[in-house]
């Protein structure tokens, strides 16, 4: 089974299909080992119940991690107001169902070829408390070398930040991506860079700290205002429009 063309077709047709608002990019695709011992530091990094692949699987040998891109007038149309624009909301609700639909594909066709895997949910299996995943599909991008994390939490791609990750265990054994050893983050890189703290209006990130709870409580308000539309509670605006919202802009100055 050719992973990367089967995830880039479902995806190409999906819009066409399902007839959603959401327009999306070319996606992304990286492969890790499920020992890679990465995952066991996010134990460390995350939370201690941040869950192995092999906790999840038992014969788990890769994980199956990819970002889809939104088209850019989606970013685009994020930038001005305090609330979210309803066009980032519905993305956000079309594309966590896009994510479910491509992992139950994926792991329907890999059942055809005797091979058995988990399905992991977008989002929302979180502890409300304390924010922190059991299995966080940023991380595990890092994991599997899609990119590298910038000031605003969030995984900065060789197509930016703007978009959903997902990702999928699975007891076929697959070649491991090779992680990427350079920084993604401008100001990682030479400090030249803070605009997505600058566009965090609520003070909840700042260049070395992100006070996780200040940020969900932005999140949950717009959640309340598109309720109609279904879940979106999401934000996203320190990572609209910034160097790094659509590649990687310390490649480009390379």
């Known amino acids: 089974m050719n992973i990367p063309g089967a995830i880039k077709e479902f995806v190409a047709t999906y819009k066409s299909e399902n007839k959603t608002r959401t327009d999306w990019e070319e996606p992304l695709i990286a492969f ?92 929302h299996n979180f502890n409300e408390t304390k924010l922190i995943s059991d299995w966080s599909h940023k991380h595990v991008a890092f994991v599997a070398g899609l990119g590298n994390f910038g000031v605003h939490q969030m995984l900065i791609t060789e197509r930016g930040c703007c978009g959903r990750l997902g990702s999928l265990i699975t007891n076929a054994k697959i070649k491991p991506t090779k992680r990427p050893q350079k920084e993604f983050c401008l100001y990682k890189h030479d400090e030249t860079c803070r605009q997505c703290v600058g566009n965090c209006i609520f003070n909840a990130l700042k ?41 990687n802009p310390v490649k480009q100055i390379h």
């Open 32 to 123: 890790a080992s499920a020992h890679d011992p990465l995952f066991m530091k996010l134990k460390t990094v995350i939370s201690e119940k941040h869950s192995l692949p092999t906790e999840l699987l038992r014969e788990a040998e890769t994980v199956i991690s990819y970002f889809i891109p939104f088209k850019k007038t989606i970013p685009l149309s994020n930038v001005n107001g305090q609330n979210c624009s309803e066009e980032w909301a519905i993305a956000y609700i079309e594309t966590n169902k896009l994510i479910s639909d491509l992992n139950e594909y994926l792991s329907k066709e890999l059942e055809k070829q005797k091979f058995k895997s988990i399905i992991l949910p977008p989002t």
């Open 207 to 247: 260049s070395d700290s992100f006070d996780r709870h200040r940020c969900y409580k932005i999140c949950l308000s717009n959640a309340d205002l598109y309720s109609k539309l279904g879940l979106a509670d999401v934000c996203g605006k320190c990572v609209c429009v910034v160097p790094c919202s659509f590649n």
